[in-house]
Structures are given as C-alpha cells and as structure tokens.
C-alpha cells in the first residue's frame, strides 16, 4: 500500500520516485541534503536556514559558504536572499557544489527560484528550496530538490534528475524521506 502511494505521490509531483517521511520537512531536508550532496564539500546556505538545516549541516559533514537575507528595513522582516547575492556569493567561492535557499522565509517572503535555479544550472550546481510552498512550486522553477511538509509529521523531498546536477542512484535510498526523482 505504501509503495502504491508513493507512485501517486511521484505522479502527482511528475517525479520518477517518490519516498514518505516522518517529522516533517525537518527530516525531509537533511535527506535531500544527505542524498544530493553525499557527506563532504561546501553548501552555499541562506543564513536565515532552519534549524534542521544546521542539523543537517552537522549530520552530512557539508561546510556552509552562508548568504544574507536581504533586510527590508520599512517592513522589519527579512526576505530570501536576492538572486544577485546568489552570484555574488557563487563568484566568490567557486569551490560551491551545492545550494540551499529557504523560500517561503518565516515571514512568507519569496525567493525568486526560478533566477536562483538558472544561476545554478549555469554552474552546474543543484538547486535545493527549502519549506518551498506557494506562489511557486519549487519543481516547476527548476529546482532539483525540494523539502516541504504536508502536516507537522509527514514530510517531503523531491530530486528532479534532467540538469544533470542530481545523481537518482542516491535518491533511491532507504533513507525515511520522500524524494521524488522528476520525469523529463
């Protein structure tokens, strides 16, 4: 019965596999993190990460090269990183192989993935939205991976595999986690 959801789950996220969590996103993300960036490298991270993204970070041995928020000052809230601090960031540590950006933030502010995406794919680098929700799916944008929840204790991580930047062949681990490889 589990496998047959999970193939819906795929299907309706137009993913090749699909795997279920529990505890959320929270575990979700540090899946995802392990199966697309193995236990070793640099992640370039928003620094307004969740908490599982650190844990993450300590379980996978990945070093973060962090990005800013952007601050809105009039509106006292911060907003994900800007797709120009992405470059930025990118051109001054060429040794990235990885990067993490948190979309919806806490306070519901937007990243524009679809830019952050091709930033990304330009460089080879795979793209992983996290708590990605509404306005835009963060698969359709062009991520390669994405962690969301779809209550308190079931959780969710997509890979789409056509950039080049994911090997499928670690998605399909017993990892307690749903991730999803993308069909072309």
Not at 165 to 173: F, G, N
């Amino acid at each position: 019965m589990i496998a047959r959801a999970q193939e819906l789950m795929a299907d309706a996220v137009g993913a090749e596999h699909a795997f279920f969590s529990t505890c959320g996103s929270w575990l979700s993300v540090k899946s995802a993190m392990l199966a697309v960036a193995g236990r070793h490298g640099r992640i370039l991270v928003g620094r307004d990460a969740h908490k599982s993204v650190v844990s993450g970070l300590v379980l996978s041995g990945l070093q973060p090269v962090w990005v800013h928020p952007r601050y809105d000052r009039e509106h006292h809230l911060a907003h994900p990183p800007a797709p120009e601090d992405v470059r930025a960031a990118l051109d001054r540590d060429d040794d990235v192989a990885r990067v993490l950006i948190t979309s919806p933030t806490p306070y519901g502010t937007c990243a524009d993935l679809s830019v952050v995406a091709e930033i990304c794919h330009a460089r080879g680098l795979p793209l992983l939205p996290f708590h990605e929700r509404l306005p835009t799916w963060a698969m359709d944008a062009g991520a390669d991976v994405r962690s969301s929840s779809t209550s308190p204790s079931s959780g969710s991580a997509a890979i789409r595999p056509p950039t080049g930047c994911v090997r499928t062949a670690r998605s399909t681990c017993t990892c307690p986690t749903t991730v999803a490889s993308r069909r072309c």
